[in-house]
């Protein structure tokens, strides 16, 4: 492979994940006032939250402590943190560290 070839086809790469990256901001901000893109931006995270929560309690064995434990406290941080400050960085990141640091204190 020629150094040209390598420069062009880089190009192309990063024009093309340009474009696609960009594509969906452009093709919103036409309909972004549309009732139908308000209620799925308005009930997305909700559900999104969930499939998350039901996700995390799919293999969760409720025959011991260190089965259910902590999945159930690291939901209970993420709540209680996200209804303290509202930002889902924290309580996300709240919520994972108390389940990890619960699994491997349990296990």
Do not use: C, Q
Request: proline share 6%.
């Amino acid at each position: 492979m020629s150094i040209p070839y390598v420069i062009t086809a880089l190009a192309i790469i990063a024009v093309v994940t340009f474009v696609l990256r960009a594509a969906p901001f452009v093709a919103l901000s036409k309909v972004a006032d549309h009732p139908i893109v308000v209620e799925v931006g308005r009930s997305m995270p909700i559900g999104v939250m969930v499939i998350l929560v039901l996700y995390t309690l799919l293999d969760v064995s409720f025959a011991d402590l260190a089965g259910w434990a902590p999945a159930f406290a690291g939901m209970v941080v993420t709540f209680l943190v996200h209804l303290k400050w509202k930002n889902a960085m924290p309580s996300i990141v709240s919520g994972v560290a108390t389940y990890a640091v619960l699994l491997h204190v349990l296990a």
